[in-house]
């Protein structure tokens, strides 16, 4: 997918900023207490809303990237094994991509 331009710049990336996350997750673990090794994988899934977009500046270039706010509100962990397919063929497309070049480079974006 085309990216829209922004204020006559190309806009290259989309990225997702989420807050909010540990408050929900936070009450769904006061519901039912659970200890998680550490290194350990945990599955969460967030229900968000959209609540603002950006434009930032793509580090040593002239094009944009697009930056979405999510504010999470639902959080709760599930056994990785409903969403296994899911996140395996997400798994095997960003792996594709990369060899494509098509994502960031690194340092872009790690912490959205």
Not at 4 to 25: C, H, M, S, W, Y
Not at 27 to 32: C, M
Not at 84 to 90: P, W
Request: aromatic share 4%.
């Amino acid at each position: 997918m085309t990216l829209k331009p922004f204020e006559n710049r190309d806009v290259v990336q989309a990225t997702i900023k989420v807050t909010n996350a540990g408050d929900g997750l936070s009450e769904a673990l006061a519901i039912e207490p659970v200890e998680y090794d550490v290194g350990e994988t945990i599955t969460v899934v967030l229900e968000t809303v959209c609540t603002g977009v950006a434009y930032v500046p793509v580090r040593d270039t002239d094009v944009l990237k697009r930056v979405h706010t999510l504010r999470a509100g639902l959080g709760t962990i599930i056994d990785a094994k409903v969403v296994a397919k899911v996140l395996d063929d997400h798994r095997k497309a960003l792996d594709e991509a990369r060899g494509r070049g098509q994502l960031p480079f690194e340092g872009e974006g790690d912490d959205e």
